[in-house]
Structures are given as structure tokens and as C-alpha cells.
């Protein structure tokens, strides 16, 4: 996943673009309508910068907070990052990190209310895809299995896509449906790479459910 600096500066590329769709053509019919449109395009400019610099500030306190363990603080500084920032890829990622935190202190349902405001507010895919897979793993804890494979229905990018199966399967386990659960397994174990630590664990749900994949595997070559 990109760094917060590379989403930021993602996100500043694609208003310059918004910006200039809109107003460029205007801007080419007189010299005062370009130099008035250059003004305000680097004052708009600025303005996004400074939007994403005191968000960055503000995203390092919620994860000082985070790391302290101090949920008053985290409660404060994520109300007040989504309050002035609702649009940075800074106050999505400060609502993920929030959400592990409230998760870790047993209040799912804070957690789940943080969650959710990312899918509502991120335009981000790879940030939608990480809230739709705790926002499962929630519903499952919770045993609301269907809620739990809702979130999954929607579409989610190629590189979520194994740890999406991944969680399927876990429901589907947890359903009582061995069959579903080892076919979703098995697609979760072929979509992730050889280097991934957690394929191991797959492989390991997979033996568990009957089918040994390394003996797949070499079977398949003969």
C-alpha cells in the first residue's frame, strides 16, 4: 500500500486535474482570466498543502494517543481530524488506526462507527478494502455472519482480493460449512505469494479441512 505521503499527493493530482477540467478552458479566453485563474489555482495549491500538512500533525498525535493507549485522547484528536479534515487520506488512516485501538480496549462498536466512516468518507480503494475487512472480521466475532459476508460481496481490489477470501472462508468455517470454507481457503492460499508469512496459516486451514496443498501441488507437476 502507498505511504500516506504518496495517497496525499495522489489526491492533490486529482483535484489539479478536477480543477483544471473545469475551469481551463475559461481561463484561455482572456489574459486577466489567466492571471486571476493562476492566482487563485496557487492559492488553492497552497491551501491543499497546508489542508494536508496540519492533518499529517494531527494524524501524529492520534497515533501517539494510539500507542499510549489514552482513548480520551484518541477520541479527541480523531473527532477533531474528521471534523476539519473529513477528506484527507490522513483522517482515513487515523480512523483505521483509531478502530485497531478501540478493538484492542473491547469496544467494538466504537471500533466499528470508525470503520464505517472510512467507507463512507474514503475515496481511497485500498482504505475502503482494510475497513470492509475488519468491519467482517467484527460482524463475525459478533457471530452476524451474513453482515459479515455483505461486506465482503462488494468489490474488492486484486491486491486484497486473497485476504477477502481468506475471511470467507472463516465465516463460512464458522457457519458449519466445511466445503465453502475449504474452497475459499484454496483460492486465498493460490492468490497469495510465495513470501507472504501468511500463507503458511492458510495452509494450515487447509490441512485442517482435508486437503494438503503441498501434495497438490507436487501432483499437479507429474
Same mark, same amino acid.
Given at each position: 500500500m502507498?505511504?500516506?505521503?504518496?495517497?496525499?499527493?495522489?489526491?492533490?493530482?486529482?483535484?489539479?486535474?478536477?480543477?483544471?477540467k473545469?475551469y481551463?478552458?475559461?481561463i484561455?479566453?482572456?489574459?486577466i482570466?489567466v492571471l486571476?485563474?493562476?492566482a487563485?489555482f496557487?492559492?488553492?495549491?497552497y491551501?491543499?498543502?497546508k489542508q494536508?500538512?496540519?492533518?499529517?500533525v494531527?494524524?501524529?498525535?492520534?497515533?501517539a494517543?494510539?500507542?499510549?493507549?489514552?482513548?480520551?485522547?484518541?477520541?479527541?484528536?480523531?473527532? #477533531? /481530524?474528521?471534523?476539519?479534515y473529513?477528506?484527507?487520506?490522513? &483522517?482515513?488512516? %487515523?480512523?483505521?488506526? +483509531?478502530?485497531r485501538?478501540?478493538?484492542d480496549?473491547?469496544?467494538?462498536?466504537?471500533?466499528?462507527s470508525?470503520?464505517?466512516?472510512v467507507?463512507?468518507?474514503?475515496?481511497d480503494?485500498?482504505?475502503?478494502?482494510?475497513a470492509?475487512l475488519?468491519?467482517?472480521a467484527?460482524a463475525?466475532e459478533?457471530k452476524?455472519?451474513?453482515?459479515a459476508?455483505?461486506?465482503?460481496a462488494?468489490?474488492?481490489p486484486?491486491?486484497f482480493a486473497a485476504?477477502a477470501h481468506?475471511?470467507?472462508g #472463516? /465465516?463460512?468455517?464458522?457457519?458449519g460449512?466445511?466445503?465453502? &470454507?475449504?474452497e %475459499?481457503?484454496?483460492? +486465498?492460499y493460490?492468490?497469495l505469494?510465495?513470501?507472504?508469512e501468511?500463507?503458511?496459516?492458510?495452509?494450515?486451514?487447509l490441512?485442517?479441512?482435508?486437503?494438503?496443498v503441498s501434495?497438490?501441488?507436487?501432483?499437479?507437476k507429474?
Amino acid at each position: 500500500m502507498a505511504s500516506p505521503l504518496d495517497l496525499q499527493e495522489q489526491e492533490q493530482l486529482d483535484e489539479i486535474k478536477h480543477f483544471w477540467k473545469r475551469y481551463g478552458n475559461a481561463i484561455t479566453w482572456a489574459l486577466i482570466v489567466v492571471l486571476g485563474g493562476f492566482a487563485a489555482f496557487n492559492g488553492w495549491q497552497y491551501w491543499q498543502r497546508k489542508q494536508g500538512a496540519q492533518a499529517g500533525v494531527m494524524f501524529d498525535q492520534i497515533e501517539a494517543a494510539v500507542q499510549a493507549g489514552d482513548l480520551a485522547r484518541v477520541d479527541r484528536a480523531l473527532s #477533531d /481530524i474528521k471534523e476539519r479534515y473529513p477528506n484527507t487520506t490522513f &483522517a482515513h488512516q %487515523a480512523a483505521l488506526l +483509531a478502530a485497531r485501538a478501540y478493538y484492542d480496549k473491547s469496544q467494538s462498536d466504537a471500533a466499528k462507527s470508525s470503520l464505517t466512516w472510512v467507507l463512507e468518507k474514503s475515496n481511497d480503494d485500498g482504505l475502503r478494502a482494510v475497513a470492509r475487512l475488519r468491519l467482517a472480521a467484527l460482524a463475525l466475532e459478533a457471530k452476524a455472519y451474513d453482515e459479515a459476508l455483505a461486506y465482503l460481496a462488494k468489490e474488492i481490489p486484486p491486491a486484497f482480493a486473497a485476504l477477502a477470501h481468506d475471511r470467507r472462508g #472463516d /465465516i463460512y468455517l464458522a457457519q458449519g460449512k466445511p466445503a465453502e &470454507a475449504r474452497e %475459499a481457503y484454496r483460492k +486465498a492460499y493460490e492468490g497469495l505469494e510465495e513470501s507472504v508469512e501468511y500463507k503458511k496459516l492458510v495452509e494450515i486451514k487447509l490441512n485442517a479441512l482435508g486437503l494438503d496443498v503441498s501434495k497438490a501441488a507436487v501432483e499437479a507437476k507429474k
